[in-house]
């Protein structure tokens, strides 16, 4: 499976690939078919070039030995891109170095599963890049991402949709939801807006006053 089969779009989505629970072939698929750029966290390296995904970027601490050097040849022309800093994770790491590059949007994959506070924390960090990146985050049962104030979008009927507030989110209102939202509250800890759906074939408004709100779509 490579990334490099026809000639990349700059203004496609960039790619990458977290080391958390590998998501199917399909879903990858349909990622890399507008070769976008790709970026690879150290540790999953192996995992991806055992499926033949052709990387643009290694990135990571290097740490328990990890030698980067290593996929140079067989990943002509690799970027290594060391970043030490402990204060950070790699996935945040990644965006950083996507926006000193001027990328504007990246789908992320394989950030969810495994480690529990590897996925919350990769969940929860897209609010602190809303001004500069565009960040969605899939896997085999859901796309997540954050809403601006007012989000239309048609669903067809019974779509799951959860809505997660980070923080509280204030002022929300909704249209075409089985369980509406007027001038509701959302708390994380205390009240979401898990497991909504679409009531019928149409668009799903959905609007809020104040606060970071994601959406994720879902399928079972």
Request: aromatic fraction near 8%; glycine fraction near 6%; hydrophobic fraction near 40%.
């Amino acid at each position: 499976m490579s990334s490099h089969h026809i000639v990349r779009d700059d203004q496609e989505p960039a790619l990458i690939i977290a080391n958390g629970a590998s998501c199917s072939i399909e879903l990858m698929g349909q990622l890399l078919e507008w070769s976008p750029y790709v970026i690879v966290l150290d540790s999953a390296m192996d995992r991806v070039l055992d499926l033949g995904v052709k990387v643009d970027v290694l990135l990571g601490d290097f740490d328990r030995d990890f030698d980067p050097d290593s996929y140079k040849d067989s990943q002509f022309p690799l970027e290594i891109i060391h970043t030490p800093d402990q204060d950070k994770t790699d996935l945040e790491k990644a965006f950083d170095f996507l926006i000193e590059k001027g990328h504007k949007a990246v789908n992320v994959i394989w950030a969810t599963g495994k480690r529990a506070d590897h996925t919350i924390t990769n969940i929860t960090n897209i609010v602190r890049y809303r001004n500069a990146l565009k960040i969605v985050i899939l896997d085999d049962h859901s796309k997540i991402f954050l809403l601006p104030q007012k989000f239309q979008k048609w669903y067809p009927k019974n779509t799951p949709l959860s809505l997660i507030p980070i923080g509280k989110v204030s002022g929300i209102h909704s249209q075409n939801l089985f369980y509406p939202l007027k001038d509701d509250e959302l708390t994380i800890g205390y009240r979401t807006g898990s497991s909504n759906h679409a009531t019928e074939d149409g668009i799903v408004v959905i609007e809020h006053q104040q606060g970071d709100l994601l959406l994720m779509e879902c399928w079972d």
